[in-house]
């Protein structure tokens, strides 16, 4: 059971280490040259430990549990990173195996990976609560989800709400068959003779085409569903809300939606792209200048972070860097054992000509354009077509490049971006934290669990809530 005072002795400790290690967080790596910013590491006496390190052990750097600490460790830094991890390693995780058979139609190995286990978690619940008898799942997408969720829980109805009708249209026609598909290896899975079963028991799936809007949180929204849904699911029998990878504010109104509506008895919701959250209020530190601004709704809507009283009292904004930076996948990062592309590299020390070369330095996104370029002269021939400015001499791009390509400076850069992935799951977890608390402010008992493998699959964790 999930005690309070410890999600708000964890939020706290968050939200030390978010601000003791702000230059972390905020600093863009496109400033990394124009900045300094390595200056910080050396006043924190762990630039020469970190430099002394090998390319692997520096590729495992960005998971805290596979940060490579020495007695040679600092010891400030090695208890960076232990703070880090003891933000979200209290979560239990699920361990589970997809079984043989398993029907992948369409499915990459990360969507099988999620279906499945998001899928068991679903299952479990309805049988530990027999009295849902239909499952909602917003952001359905193609419907992978709620299909196994219907084929494997007979006598469940299972409806997929998808803002998309392509979707709906095409995750109705592969429906059907991944019926055909499923049925030989249901019926063996069960010992159900054939004779005796009956198929339209086992496959109760309907796509629907809607986006969820703050007007549709009401008590009333399992009727709503029922109308657009031309009856397929029951205004009043028990439900259960499902959302895998609920994009944004989606997991924050799935919340409210849960609660307001008496008919929800249970919530399962994945949540994923945080930087597209809306917070409650603007401030200057949360803004930036540019394409870059954040995009705010209303940021005093109902859904905005931070939604629980505790952090209410005392809030805490993410900027842009910071909501960008809780959307990485640290796991990932160190299992590949690599380091950062150079592009990384050449954004640097594009910026240093930007600087160096334009009166005013322009607020830009190079975007993907340049991110293919093989040198630092195609770097910056892209760059500069995508910004529409004016070419400079090749001779002065290539006396800035040589000014920094030393081979330890770039390294240094490269070190920079890995500890800053430290504090992803930091991030991460005061916000899962926030919605917890915001479960409890309202008396319903809350769980997160590590679902996916985060190599994987990054946004691993599911947030469950069951109304008693």
């Known amino acids: 059971m999930v005690q309070r005072h410890e999600l708000e002795f964890t939020a706290n400790k968050c939200k030390d280490l978010l601000h003791q290690f702000k230059f972390l967080i905020d600093s863009p790596l496109v400033s990394f040259l124009v900045d300094n910013q390595w200056q910080f590491l050396e006043e924190l006496g762990w630039a020469h430990y970190l430099l002394s390190l090998s390319d692997r052990d520096l590729s495992l750097i960005p998971d805290p549990k596979t940060f490579p600490i020495t007695s040679d460790t600092p010891p400030s830094l090695a208890q960076f990173v232990r703070d880090c991890l003891s933000t979200y390693n209290s979560y239990p995780s699920v361990e589970s195996k997809l079984p043989p058979g398993f029907v992948t139609l369409g499915m990459s190995p ?46 469940i109805k299972v409806v997929g709400l998808d803002r998309e009708a392509v979707n709906s249209v095409g995750g109705l026609q592969r429906n059907k068959l991944m019926e055909k598909l499923w049925l030989p290896l249901f019926r063996k899975q069960n010992n159900v003779n054939s004779l005796d079963f009956d198929k339209n028991k086992m496959n109760h799936y309907c796509p629907v085409t809607i986006e ?9 929204f399992v009727q709503n569903i029922s109308n657009i849904s031309d009856g397929f699911v029951s205004a009043n029998s028990n439900s259960m809300l499902v959302g895998l990878h609920a994009c944004g504010d989606l997991t924050s109104l799935l919340l409210q939606t849960f ?38 709704s209303d940021p005093n809507s109902i859904h905005a972070f931070p939604t629980s009283k505790f952090l209410q009292q005392s809030p805490i904004y993410f900027t842009r860097n910071a909501l960008n930076l809780a959307s ?42 340049a991110s293919t370029a093989s040198s630092f002269q195609d770097y910056c021939t892209a760059a500069f077509k995508k910004l529409k400015l004016n070419d400079v001499a090749d001779s002065v791009i290539e006396s800035c490049y040589e000014r920094f390509n030393d081979g330890s400076t770039e390294r240094r850069l490269y070190i920079f971006h890995q500890l800053r992935i430290l504090l992803a799951r930091v991030i991460e977890s005061l916000i899962l934290i926030d919605r917890m608390l915001f479960l409890l402010d309202n008396e319903i008992e809350p769980s997160v669990l590590g679902l996916f493998d985060p190599v994987v699959s990054p946004r691993c964790y599911v947030l469950v809530a069951e109304k008693s």
């Open 110 to 155: 990360k969507k099988q990976h999620e279906v499945f286990r998001m899928g068991q978690a679903v299952k479990s619940i309805i049988e530990r609560n027999q009295h849902i008898s239909q499952v909602i799942d917003f952001g359905s997408g193609k419907g992978y989800l709620p299909e196994y969720i219907a084929l494997t829980s007979p006598g």
């Open 259 to 296: 609660l307001r509506c008496p008919q929800l008895k249970s919530i399962v919701a994945v949540g994923c792209c945080y930087h597209l959250i809306t917070q409650k209020e603007r401030t200057q530190s949360y803004m930036t200048d540019g394409p870059h601004k954040q995009k705010l």
């Open 328 to 369: 990485q996948a640290p796991e990932r990062m160190s299992s590949s054992q690599s380091l950062p592309a150079k592009n990384l590299f050449f954004r640097a020390v594009f910026q240093v000509l930007l600087r160096d070369q334009f009166d005013t330095v322009p607020a830009c996104n190079v975007g993907h354009s």
């Open 212 to 220: 969820l809007k703050e007007e549709h949180i009401s008590e009333d």
